[in-house]
């Protein structure tokens, strides 16, 4: 059983920064970052390998975001930059065991953060 906690979120101006963090309890070989605005489907926004720290970015996020883990601390982080109002979601970390951004292939989810940007 795989559990993941959410944490960072909250209130930015347009082109602020967060950094949202989840910590992840159990093993698993990926772990991604989703959002989901209001009235809009579920959304990839990146995935990290736990073992070989390989990353995939959105085109969306791509030059903005980061993602990144602290083995350690069993933490995956999501650096955003250059914040947009369209960035506005809630943002959840999911695991799964394949290399993909689609989301039903993720099996464990967080239960969310707010993202806010303010324009």
């Known amino acids: 059983q795989v559990q993941l906690v959410e944490s960072g979120g909250g209130l930015v101006q347009a082109g602020g920064s967060l950094r949202l963090a989840c910590v992840v309890s159990?093993?698993?070989?990926?772990t991604g970052w989703f959002r989901q605005a209001p009235r809009k489907e579920r959304e990839f926004v990146a995935r990290?390998?736990?073992?070989?720290?390989?990353?995939y970015y959105a085109d969306s996020v791509k030059g903005r975001f980061t993602i990144s883990r602290d083995n350690a601390k069993n933490t995956v982080y999501l650096q955003m930059n250059s914040l947009k109002p369209e960035d506005t979601a809630v943002y959840y970390c999911?695991?799964?065991?394949?290399?993909?951004?689609?989301?039903?292939?993720?099996?464990?989810w967080g239960q969310g953060t707010q993202v806010t940007v303010s324009s």
């Open positions: 999911a695991a799964s065991s394949a290399s993909t951004t689609r989301t039903y292939d993720y099996d464990y």
């Open positions: 159990g093993r698993t070989y990926v």
């Open positions: 990290i390998t736990w073992s070989g720290g390989s990353t």
